[in-house]
């Protein structure tokens, strides 16, 4: 079994920037694909981002590209999204996830494992 835990959400102004963690525990993530994914209110879960277990193959929704990084570092377990010019559309629970498989998918059902999420909220 694979425990994640999200952290770095929070209220930010419109513009403004956040870096969200997501740590592993009970088995090391360094073959795993991992992802973020979001759903805001109302709303059905979205793809965010995802990367490889080698930072080689990474894929964002058309969205966030150019304001959203996603990375990981293996030795600590834990993957990473920083979040800059961020806008009041971005606002939703962010999801932490890890797909067993190597290859990488923007299909949330394709993922084995979920964090609980961490709220961010952007204001205008």
């Known amino acids: 079994q694979v425990q994640l835990v999200e952290s770095g959400g929070g209220l930010v102004q419109a513009g403004g920037s956040l870096r969200l963690s997501c740590a592993a525990s009970g088995r090391t993530l360094s073959r795993y694909v991992m992802g973020w994914f979001r759903q805001a209110p109302g709303k059905e879960r979205e793809f965010v981002a995802a990367?490889?277990?080698?930072?080689?193959?990474?894929r964002y929704v058309d969205s966030v590209k150019g304001r959203f990084t996603i990375s990981r570092d293996n030795a600590k377990n834990t993957v990473y999204m920083q979040m800059n010019s961020l806008k009041p559309e971005d606002t939703a629970v962010y999801y932490c996830?890890?797909?067993?498989?190597?290859?990488?998918?923007?299909?949330?059902?394709?993922?084995?494992?979920w964090g609980q999420g961490t709220q961010v909220t952007v204001s205008s």
């Open positions: 996830a890890a797909r067993t498989a190597s290859i990488v998918t923007r299909r949330a059902d394709e993922y084995d494992y």
């Open positions: 990367i490889n277990w080698t930072g080689g193959s990474i």
